[in-house]
């Protein structure tokens, strides 16, 4: 389209990257993103397969359409969007927002999953694109969108259209790395999604990266603990739930769960040990009550 | 289409269960450890999963798709779509018959209908 933002007052992200420009590259580009066109309605499968296939996993939008799109909404939600990246052992972490960090992201090596409203919030146009790259000195964004295997979009427009979609943004990355912008909370929140579906091996190894950046985090140091128990390994889970303790222990939950790792280990004494500290800690705890009459019994 | 293991706590929880154990014992599930931030526990997940598997096979979704992708979600997923799904954002981009309509307001740079700039 031919017209100009000049008449148009300049939002507020917009304004604050060019005033204070962030210290990052000038121009970004990840032009190995993959493009696939969309079919109608079918932005969400075709977008999701650029970031899939950039993350090395063999995936067509067809096969993405089954496990995303619903016909008679002509389109996909975003809740299946992050059930879909999980699907293929990948961490589907929210960005929080700010315009800034999509170029921190983008900086970084990591495109972007963003949903944009392209219309009005009466009357809204729902479209999925992947950001590939922005240009500070044009003043744009680079997407990949739609029919297009790249457009460009001024950051005064591009704030707006997501403004209008609630600011949504993923950053999909392996659960070996953490995306540049992600805080503890937002990361482990996407890896404990994925340990709640059973993505068990994907999950332990998102948990253990998390520990590499934030080696004190309680979340990361039991979800440790219970992954690697689930996944068998008790040795390790034992480990987890040891040094989760020496932080915290006050939570009797993790003695609990340090019990069970105990037992599997044939280490009897040490396991009713711990049930009984988490009983002291925590009397009158059904579950506990209920563990130590289990573990007098498991071998 | 892979089966995603829903409950994978409740399952250690009756691997480790002897048949005559109450059914509280076992492993505490990760986001339940920390008194501090216990998570939401979602009400009635199963009659809510029920509803958004029939959206979906009223959408036009076929089976096995429609349980596997209800499988797929967590609980705060399920609660953030349930008896919203008409609501909340659907992506799809619709570009034919609003194009003129819009068109005006596009041109004053208040909207963006068309991605193919």
Known sequence: MFFSLAACATPPQTRLLLDDPPDLPPVVELTKVPFFPQQQYHCGPAALAGIVNYRGRAATPDEIARLVYVPELQGSLQVEIAAATRHFGLLAVQLDGQLESLLQELAAGNPVFVLQNLALDVYPLWHYEILIGYDLEQRHMILRSGVNHRITRDFALFEKTWQRAGHWALAVVEPDSIPATATAQTYLAAVLDMEQVGGLDSARRGYASALRRWPDNLLALGGLGNTAYALGDYAASESAFRAALAIAPEEAGLWNNLAYALARQGQREASLAAVEQALALDPENANYQASRVELYGLE | ?117
């Open chain 2, 1 to 117: 289409m892979k089966i995603k293991n829903l409950f994978p706590c409740l399952v250690i929880a009756i691997a480790v269960l002897s048949t005559s154990m109450p059914a509280q014992a076992g492993m505490v599930a990760t986001d339940q450890l920390q008194k501090s931030v216990i998570a939401a526990e979602f009400a009635n997940i199963t009659g809510q999963r029920e509803w958004i598997e029939e959206q979906l096979l009223l959408g036009g979704v076929a089976q096995p798709e429609a349980s596997a992708r209800v499988a797929a979600m967590t609980d705060a997923e399920i609660a953030q779509i349930y008896q919203r799904i008409d609501e909340v954002p659907a992506g799809g981009n619709t570009f034919l018959v609003l194009v003129i309509v819009f068109l005006v307001l596009e041109l004053t740079g208040v909207i963006d209908v068309i991605p193919n700039k």
